[in-house]
């Protein structure tokens, strides 16, 4: 049984910074791909960064600059370093982790306020 547990969400003003950790824990082993997906109300949920067990990272063209991912295969841990937020980053952060296939975590809102 895998488990993704995520952590680090909460309520911000704009322009404040958020931490967001996923941790997995159970029968999981050599993890590939990990990353985040956001989903905001009324819209589709989209791919907001990812990084590779070589520590190759993409993002999101909104968030470049702003959010950085990083990994602890240690751990089995990826966090996501949100600063500079904007309104518009409100949504359910979701994690995955892809090993020998995708597991999800249950989501963590973050809300940015005006």
């Known amino acids: 049984q895998v488990q993704l547990v995520e952590s680090g969400g909460g309520l911000v003003q704009a322009g404040g910074s958020l931490r967001l950790s996923c941790a997995a824990s159970g029968s999981i082993f050599n993890i590939n791909a990990m990353g985040w997906y956001r989903q905001a109300p009324g819209k589709e949920r989209e791919l907001v960064a990812s990084i590779t067990s070589k520590n190759s990272t993409s993002s999101a063209d909104s968030v470049k600059g702003r959010f950085t991912i990083s990994r602890s295969n240690a751990k089995n841990t990826v966090y996501l370093q949100m600063n500079s937020l904007k309104p518009e980053d409100t949504a359910v952060y979701y994690c995955?982790?892809?090993?020998?296939?995708?597991?999800w975590g249950q989501g963590t809102q973050v809300t940015v306020s005006s």
């Open positions: 995955y982790v892809f090993s020998v296939r995708l597991y």
